[in-house]
């Protein structure tokens, strides 16, 4: 990691100042509001940045906010909204989103949401004190989230690859070449949606045709062209899941599929009790699993600060990191993706499940199969 990612240093943070710096047209160009459904009601809403500069990238980059019961979140906190000018600047298409419950994702379809058979989880884990079935609220607030159902967020990122998924087929953006960027709790499920997608393949059986078996493609893991992990958390709403992080959601990522990551802390930040930051103790063990695994740790100088408070000082690093990442992976072609057409299934060694049914819109998220069940 060292040596791929940090030769020729100058230069890469002088490509990267360049893209933060150069005025163009594009840059500053207002993102487009946009709203997407999860499989269980919920409409997320998100900034869609289209690629700027001089030279479009042919990827997009995913950004995942941090967030707090008590403190809150959303894609406008932090230095993500500047991070996404700079990645525009630098050509590269730009998708962030609110989690359920935060900033503007708070709307519910009160049929879907609420639906206590289908989505039970909802019905027990989001609802506020005053409740009723016989007129369930339209809205919802993470205020009013049990612990455990931040879990179920990781069902809003699955909703954010699927509407890439539906601009890809406008041609809007190529989500073959998916980044992610996450921050705090944020990066903490992309870790684990991105194991979900290391599971999770398409069926390419042509549409009326019966088979024994589904023809299934390569897993979906192949349109994420790599991850940054801004003090990724070993915690989800006080539930640890650290040793889930490095024993399946990191590991076969890195190891299995060879994914690029580079996680991000202060240096000043000693983690707990003077051991290292839980950042460095990640590395350690994918490196001791996979010595030549494409990841590596960055710390930022003079800062004790976490998550998205590590932008704009990180900035430059980040786009450097990006750029390097997408010169190693080449040019993935864009092609259609047809995610409503399609049927998916999850794929291990202990057999073959049904993801999502072709004519359904969105994928959903197994907290099963990524070890979150509660």
Not at 18 to 47: C, H, M, R, W
Request: with cysteine; proline share 5%; glycine share 10%.
């Amino acid at each position: 990691m060292q040596s791929l990612w940090r030769t020729s240093l100058v230069a890469g943070l002088a490509v990267a100042m360049a893209a933060l710096l150069a005025p163009s047209d594009a840059y500053g160009q207002k993102p487009d509001t946009v709203n997407f459904k999860t499989a269980d009601g919920v409409t997320i809403e998100g900034s869609l940045y289209a690629a700027g500069g001089k030279v479009n990238k042919k990827a997009v980059v995913m950004l995942l906010h941090d967030f707090d019961h008590k403190k809150g979140g959303g894609r406008a906190v932090g230095g993500l909204g500047a991070l996404a000018v700079a990645l525009q600047e630098a050509g590269y298409a730009v998708l962030s989103f609110d989690f359920r419950g935060f900033g503007g994702s708070t709307d519910v379809s009160k049929e879907v949401f609420w639906d206590q058979k289908k989505n039970s989880h909802n019905v027990f884990g989001a609802r506020p004190k005053s409740f009723s079935l016989q007129k369930p609220p339209e809205t919802i607030d993470q205020k009013n989230f049990t612990s455990t159902y931040y879990a179920y967020l990781l069902n809003d990122i699955a909703a954010a690859k699927a509407f890439l998924d539906r601009e890809n087929d406008r041609k809007g953006v190529n989500s073959s070449n998916v980044i992610l960027v996450g921050a705090g709790q944020g990066a903490t499920l992309g870790a684990a949606w991105l194991a979900n997608e290391s599971m999770r393949k398409r069926d390419k059986t042509p549409p009326n045709k019966v088979v024994v078996r589904p023809d299934l493609a390569d897993p979906e893991i192949k349109d994420v062209a790599g991850c940054v992990w801004l003090t990724i958390s070993p915690k989800i709403e006080g539930r640890n899941v650290a040793t889930t992080l490095r024993t399946s959601w990191l590991l076969t990522p890195a190891k299995d599929h060879k994914i690029p990551m580079a996680f991000y802390y202060g240096e000043s930040d000693k983690g707990d009790k003077g051991a290292d930051p839980f950042s460095v103790q990640l590395v350690k063990f994918v490196k001791d699993k996979e010595k030549d695994a494409q990841v590596g740790t960055f710390p930022v100088k003079d800062t004790n600060l976490k998550g998205a408070d590590l932008l704009p000082k990180a900035n430059a690093g980040v786009l450097q990191f990006i750029e390097k990442l997408m010169k190693a992976r080449g040019n993935r072609e864009q092609i259609d993706k047809k995610v409503a057409d399609s049927a998916f299934y999850y794929q291990t060694r202990q057999g073959t499940k049904v993801n999502k049914k072709a004519g359904d819109e969105v994928p959903p998220v197994s907290l099963d199969m990524v070890g979150l069940m509660r």
